[in-house]
């Protein structure tokens, strides 16, 4: 039966997450969105995540489907091929979600209706405004890393939102399609900052709702050296029009 509601989808990137897939789409369907769909796209995972989103989308009380690809080559390409796919098939608001259970899907309904009853382009389910929180496992050192990064993004873009780096995210569909998400090129956190740059730089409005964001709860951390330096870079080259680089 169609629902008059407009379709959620929320996109889940996934490497390496078997144990915590299954929870994440638990959680998920308890959270009472009508009309929610969850994408799943698995990097070709070694540990079988993949056949894991494959049992789910036969077995799931909601809808689930697995984009699967064959190569790893970072966050922000498997975010654009899932962004992609869902605005292919027909998505009025879109979710960027992890799958380690960092991110509170309790939080998605309020993401969901702020779009809906603001002009907000996007909501982001931020850990820095009042009410939201960092894990209390980080350490000192990394909590420090992330407010400098946060710092460090705004005093270059202007972007005036105080979580720039986020990855808990719920766009309008037109949005997506006015700041051309096919065409971004940056992967980990530059590829968040990038989004939000173009929001900004089409005129449009960022809203954000507190989090509390929680350490991943199972697996391991993917973040690389490799991807630090890009997301170092990655202000300058949107300030100056890539001409960086």
Same mark, same amino acid.
Request: charged letters at 25%; aromatic letters at 6%; zero cysteines.
């Given at each position: 039966?169609?629902?008059?509601? *407009?379709?959620?989808?929320?996109?889940? *990137?996934?490497?390496?997450?078997?144990?915590? /897939?299954?929870?994440?789409?638990?959680?998920?369907?308890?959270?009472?969105?009508?009309?929610?769909?969850? /994408?799943?796209?698995?990097?070709?995972? *070694?540990? =079988?995540?993949?056949?894991?989103?494959?049992?789910? #989308?036969?077995?799931?009380?909601?809808?689930?489907?697995?984009?699967?690809?064959?190569?790893?080559?970072?966050?922000?390409?498997?975010?654009? #091929?899932?962004?992609?796919?869902?605005?292919?098939?027909?998505?009025?608001?879109?979710?960027?979600?992890?799958?380690?259970?960092?991110? *509170?899907?309790?939080?998605?309904?309020?993401?969901?209706?702020?779009?809906?009853?603001?002009?907000?382009?996007?909501?982001?389910?931020?850990? +820095?405004?009042?009410?939201?929180?960092?894990?209390?496992?980080?350490?000192?050192?990394?909590?420090?890393?992330?407010?400098?990064?946060?710092? +460090?993004?705004?005093?270059?873009?202007?972007?005036?939102?105080?979580? #720039?780096? #986020?990855?808990?995210?719920?766009?309008?569909?037109?949005?997506?399609?006015?700041?051309?998400?096919?065409?971004?090129?940056?992967?980990? +956190?530059?590829?968040?900052?990038?989004?939000?740059?173009?929001?900004?730089?089409? =005129?449009?409005?960022?809203?954000?709702?507190?989090?509390?964001?929680?350490?991943?709860?199972?697996?391991?951390?993917?973040?690389?050296?490799?991807?630090?330096?890009?997301?170092?870079?990655?202000?300058?080259?949107?300030?100056?029009?890539?001409? /960086?680089?």
């Amino acid at each position: 039966m169609e629902s008059n509601s *407009p379709k959620v989808t929320v996109v889940v *990137p996934t490497y390496n997450e078997r144990e915590n /897939l299954p929870k994440l789409v638990d959680l998920l369907a308890g959270i009472g969105v009508e009309n929610l769909h969850v /994408l799943i796209v698995d990097d070709n995972s *070694p540990d =079988g995540t993949g056949d894991v989103a494959d049992e789910l #989308a036969a077995s799931a009380p909601i809808p689930v489907d697995v984009l699967h690809r064959t190569e790893k080559d970072g966050l922000g390409r498997a975010y654009v #091929a899932g962004i992609l796919r869902a605005l292919d098939r027909g998505a009025d608001v879109v979710v960027q979600m992890d799958a380690d259970l960092s991110h *509170p899907a309790s939080v998605i309904p309020r993401m969901v209706e702020t779009l809906a009853t603001t002009d907000a382009a996007v909501v982001i389910g931020s850990r +820095y405004v009042p009410g939201g929180a960092v894990a209390g496992e980080w350490g000192w050192h990394r909590k420090a890393l992330s407010a400098w990064a946060n710092f +460090y993004v705004n005093a270059i873009l202007r972007l005036r939102v105080k979580d #720039a780096t #986020a990855g808990f995210k719920a766009w309008h569909a037109a949005t997506l399609r006015k700041i051309d998400v096919a065409s971004i090129r940056s992967n980990g +956190y530059a590829f968040q900052v990038e989004m939000n740059h173009r929001t900004v730089k089409n =005129g449009m409005r960022i809203v954000e709702v507190p989090i509390k964001f929680e350490e991943r709860a199972e697996g391991a951390s993917k973040m690389s050296l490799a991807v630090q330096l890009e997301s170092a870079l990655m202000p300058w080259k949107l300030l100056f029009g890539r001409r /960086l680089g």
